[in-house]
């Protein structure tokens, strides 16, 4: 969570409505630093619902940012996602411990831990480049 929150923090202070999709229900929200809880939507779903709300909530353009926290995997909803943020003009993270070769995103962040980011871009497989 540490990687976004500086973009959820900066989303919720300008007023802006971050949605928070927590399928695992392990976000507590007063614990995340300088967020403004009034504008933070937590949606607790369960699992096989996840990626549904997820993609209804990119796609209705009600919301600049979606958080996915942990999700299972995404099967076919991974390709609605990307479509959905599109058509919404929103933004999805995805943030999960399991690389899912079917999320096509633009950008992917793997924490590898000691302070190390590696970021890809294109699709999975094309070229990395690593920061500290």
């Known amino acids: 969570m540490g990687v976004i929150l500086p973009s959820l923090q900066q989303h919720t202070q300008a007023g802006r409505t971050v949605a928070l999709v927590d399928p695992q229900g392990w976000c507590h929200p007063p614990g995340l630093p300088d967020v403004d809880l009034q504008n933070l939507m937590l949606i607790r ?3 096989p619902q996840a990626g549904w709300a997820t993609i209804q909530l990119a796609a209705s353009g009600a919301v600049p940012l979606v958080i996915l926290l942990d999700p ?19 933004t999805a993270i995805v943030l999960t411990e399991r690389p899912d ?22 699709a999975p497989g094309q070229p990395a480049f690593s920061l500290s």
């Open 72 to 90: 299972p995997p995404l099967v076919g909803d991974a390709h609605r996602l990307l479509r959905a943020t599109e058509s919404g003009e929103s």
């Open 45 to 47: 779903c369960g699992g």
């Open 101 to 122: 070769a079917r999320l096509t995103a633009p950008v992917r962040i793997h924490t590898l831990g000691g302070g190390r980011v590696r970021i890809e871009r294109g």
